[in-house]
C-alpha cells in the first residue's frame, strides 16, 4: 500500500465514459422498474448510487488535473 502508480489521463477519461454509460442504464432501470410498480418515487439501487458516486469522483479528480 501507498505504492503511486501513474495512469494517464486518456485511460481516466474511457473509464469515465464506462461509468457514464453504467449510470444511465442502471438509472434507466430504476426509473422503469419504478414505473412498473406505479412508485411515487423512486428511489435507486445500490449498484446506480454507487456508480453515480464513482463517476462524480472521477469528474472531481479529473477537474482538479
Avoid at 37 to 65: G, M, W
Wanted: glycine content about 4%; cysteine-free.
Amino acid at each position: 500500500m501507498g505504492e503511486t502508480v501513474e495512469i494517464d489521463k486518456i485511460d481516466l477519461l474511457k473509464i469515465l465514459d464506462v461509468l457514464k454509460v453504467n449510470e444511465d442504464f442502471h438509472r434507466n432501470r430504476d426509473l422503469m422498474n419504478g414505473s412498473i410498480h406505479l412508485a411515487k418515487e423512486v428511489r435507486f439501487s445500490p449498484i446506480t448510487s454507487e456508480t453515480i458516486s464513482a463517476k462524480e469522483r472521477l469528474e472531481k479528480l479529473l477537474k482538479n488535473d
